[in-house]
């Protein structure tokens, strides 16, 4: 558990400000035309802190999403392959159906995560709110302006859409090479 958290808050660290360059990329009519220029920009612009403004948000994210990641990977194979055996399509299935739990579960602190990323003009205009949005509470609280609690599930379909495959991918390789490893030290002991 320790370990994981660890790797989670170096994870997150090191990726929060590529997501933020990643995002404001993305937004419709983003003014950052490469990678480079949105770093210097952003960093000219907000200060360094603005690649981190989404940092707490983020590891609020990824723990639950972790936790019913697994928990869900873990149960789905008790029910679909209580041997334990390697299986590819009960790891296929397991890896999919708990990558869309989390993705969905989740869903609304990355909505959240996003509007700290993107600081998207049109949305903040609206509700006259001047500088920086920063915080996951002014966040949750943004949100709702904006869109009351379907706000919070805008783009669920495509967050499950996106990790169903993701996870599926990851846990197959993963029983994959731990049925390959496994077998392939079984057979070498005398």
Request: aromatic share 10%.
């Amino acid at each position: 558990g320790l370990a994981g958290s660890v790797a989670t808050l170096l994870h997150d660290a090191v990726m929060n400000p590529a997501e933020v360059v990643k995002q404001r990329l993305q937004m419709f009519n983003s003014p950052h035309t490469s990678v480079l220029g949105c770093v210097r920009t952003v960093h000219r612009t907000e200060g360094f802190g603005a690649f981190y403004r989404s940092y707490t948000t983020q590891l609020t994210m990824n723990v639950p999403f972790q936790a019913i990641h697994f928990i869900t990977y873990e149960l789905l194979q008790e029910h679909l392959n209580p041997q334990r055996l390697y299986n590819p399509g009960s790891h296929i299935v397991a890896g999919a159906v708990a990558g869309a739990a989390a993705a969905a579960a989740t869903t609304p602190l990355d909505v959240c995560k996003t509007l700290l990323n993107t600081q998207e003009n049109t949305a903040l205009s609206s509700l006259n709110i001047r500088g920086h949005l920063s915080g996951m509470a002014n966040a949750f609280s943004t949100v709702y302006q904006l869109g009351g609690l379907p706000g919070f599930f805008k783009g669920v379909q495509a967050r499950v859409i996106y990790q169903m495959p993701s996870t599926a991918i990851a846990w197959s390789v993963y029983e994959f090479f731990k049925y390959f490893l496994t077998k392939h030290v079984v057979e070498k002991k005398p």
